[in-house]
């Protein structure tokens, strides 16, 4: 078989939702946007509901109804990016909960769908989504009138406890909701990691659920194994891959394995990025292909049958590094391509 096998932990995913739901001192809920952070949402979530999850968030309400099919009547499905023009009849007949962002979006969910569920998202400086504190004043008194299911915001340096920014946005949340008798949510992994100022009623972690930072806690989730199609010796001098970029000064041993950019693996990582045969790391070498990755295998003992990118030996956080990027897009990157596995 010349695709590589992806395989996911819902165990460890489990564990890893129950480790962040014990950190956090209130209700936690789980965000499966993106495919469930590419690792797939239908199984993700209905790995958690089965452990007890009843609040999921996505990014669009396209996403929304694909999850409601996922998961069937019940569980809570919450929408970041609000009541879009056109999504009336899906968050109607998909019973998903918009997070309103803005006036206009209010207008359109009051209009069209007075009695369906809806929370707000409120802008407390990251200037991304939701009401700043000016619109809200002008608009809260309509919004409470109809029951919002929930007050959200989200932070802008949660990943750096340091950051002056937390409490400034705690801070702006607190002026914009205290005393609304509202649930409210602020915090995402960060967040949860922040301690307990920043829970309020519900928490909404992502990356930590799947193994990444800033979570460092978590148990990994993805492993990724790139089968071996063809071993070959190289004389000092020879060049590997596209544009000669790699030249031999040993007698090699090079492995073309079966995964490329085309997969997710980042081109511009090139020979920061390392594969495990067992405990022994393996350096790439050349240029990463669209569908092939050269490694240098000549320190391994035997042959090796296939490769590792992911795993025990190197998280996403540490891929990422070697591409310039974050654990967030080399997860939502993992390709379509591969052969996909669930560990129950
Ligand atoms: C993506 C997202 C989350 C989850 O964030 P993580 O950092 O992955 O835990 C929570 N809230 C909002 C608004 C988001 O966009």
């Known amino acids: 078989m010349a695709t590589a096998t992806l395989s996911i932990d819902l165990s460890a995913l489990i564990d ?50 694909s999850l409601r099919e996922a998961l069937g009547p019940g569980p809570e499905i919450n929408v ?15 019973t998903l909960t918009p997070m309103l962002n803005s006036a206009e979006q209010m207008l359109r969910h009051f209009e069209a769908l007075p009695q369906a ?27 409470l009138d109809l029951g919002p299911t929930l007050l959200m ?12 920014m937390n409490p400034q946005q705690l ?12 649930p409210r949510s ?12 920043y829970h309020f009623d519900l928490t ?24 071996v199609i063809q071993i070959r010796d190289v004389e000092p001098g020879e060049s590997v891959g596209y544009s000669n970029t790699w030249i031999a000064e040993r ?7 079966a995964a490329g950019y085309a997969d997710g693996i980042i081109r511009a990582m090139g020979e920061n990025a390392w594969l495990h045969a067992g405990d022994d790391a393996c350096k790439v070498i050349g240029r990463i292909s669209m569908d092939m990755i050269g490694v240098d295998v000549t320190d391994l003992a035997e042959e090796p049958t296939s490769l590792q990118l992911l795993g025990s030996h190197q998280s996403v956080d540490t891929l990422a590094e070697a591409a310039g990027t974050i654990g967030y897009e080399i997860l939502t990157s993992l390709g379509q391509r591969y052969y996909r596995r669930y560990k129950p």
């Open 204 to 227: 909404r972690p992502g990356v930590g659920l799947y193994g990444g930072m800033p979570f460092v806690d978590a148990t990994p989730v993805a492993q990724l194994d790139i089968p």
């Open 251 to 257: 007698p090699s041993r090079v492995a073309t394995i």
């Open 117 to 143: 569920p809806f929370g707000v998202q409120l802008d407390t400086g990251m200037n991304r989504l939701g009401m700043e504190p000016a619109e809200w004043d002008a608009l809260k008194d309509i919004a």
């Open 16 to 65: 890893n939702w129950r480790a962040l739901d014990a950190r956090s001192a209130c209700e936690t809920a789980a965000v499966v946007k993106a495919d469930g952070y590419g690792l797939g949402a239908d199984r993700v979530a209905r790995a958690l509901n089965h452990a007890g999850v009843t609040r999921f968030f996505v990014a669009a309400t396209e996403e929304g109804a």
């Open 153 to 164: 915001s989200h932070l802008a340096c949660a990943d750096d406890p340091e950051h002056p």
């Open 171 to 182: 801070a702006t949340f607190r002026q914009m909701t205290d005393g609304l008798n509202v």
């Open 80 to 94: 970041f990016s609000g009541h879009m023009s056109g999504d009336t009849d899906m968050i109607a007949d998909m």
């Open 186 to 197: 602020l915090a995402a992994t960060g967040g949860i990691l922040l301690g307990e100022d």
